[in-house]
């Protein structure tokens, strides 16, 4: 049974438009979420986090939203950019301990 | 400034041998990973390491053993090599109690099992 699940396998996106990408999670202990983007043959890359306490965080041109009472994270990119063109995995643990739990991944492609 | 290194890049088994992956980190870490990222699944977790010493089964352990060597090394080995374990490993490593940091991961090992 899928605990993270991230259910677009793709989504396209002109430049300097805004990305969505969704998160649903099934397990209520998660506590951390984390979002990570992956370039081809190369290892996942850290993007950006949230806990359960917060209900947004942002970065530059990267926001989380957390929905608790609906078990949903979305990761949004403004402007969207050619180089965030990648996969997106978003991943959650439960009470602070060492085992994250990934989503499958949606690939984001933007068109210039 | 390495961070997480992982050999060999390729590897092809037989069905049946044996091999180990390797991963170093010198971050100086406590906790360390091993994923496997197959199609339509994500990444799985297959072992942890919470600390020098420690080791614990995720969530698709069988089929694999880990060493944690030393602070820095993490080895996964597989015992006798399956088709079904043909897949992208990844070794990752987070500083401990501080899960929101996330891991670093490594570049990745290309398995195929013939």
């Known amino acids: 049974d899928q605990q993270v699940k991230q259910n677009s396998p793709s989504l396209s996106v002109q430049e300097g438009r805004i990305s969505i990408l969704n998160c649903d999670y099934t397990n209520s202990m998660f506590d951390y979420f984390l979002w990570y983007k992956k370039y081809p043959a190369e290892g996942p890359t850290f993007l950006i986090s949230?806990?359960?306490?917060?209900d947004k965080n942002e970065d530059g041109r990267f926001t989380v939203f957390l929905n608790k009472s609906a078990k949903h994270l979305s990761l949004h990119i403004v402007p969207s950019q050619p180089g965030d063109s990648a996969v997106y995995f978003c991943?959650?643990?439960?009470?602070?301990?060492?085992?994250?739990?990934f989503g499958t991944g949606t690939r984001l492609k933007v068109l210039a | 400034n390495a961070g997480v290194t992982q050999t060999p890049k390729f590897q092809v088994l037989k069905t049946g041998q044996s091999m180990t992956l390797q991963c170093a980190q010198d971050?100086?870490?406590?906790?360390m990973y091993w994923y496997r990222q197959d199609p339509g699944m994500g990444l799985r977790l297959i072992y942890y390491s919470a600390s020098e010493g420690t080791t614990d089964k995720g969530e698709v352990p069988n089929g694999y053993n880990v060493s944690r060597l030393n602070k820095r090394e993490f080895s996964l080995r597989l015992e006798s090599a399956a088709p079904s374990q043909t897949s992208v490993y990844f070794c990752?490593?987070?500083?401990?109690?501080?899960?929101?940091?996330?891991?670093?991961f490594g570049s990745g090992t290309r398995l195929t099992v013939v």
């Open positions: 990752a490593s987070s500083e401990q109690g501080l899960p929101n940091y996330g891991y670093t």
């Open positions: 991943a959650a643990s439960a009470g602070g301990t060492y085992k994250y739990i």
């Open positions: 971050m100086n870490h406590n906790s």
């Open positions: 949230i806990s359960s306490i917060k």
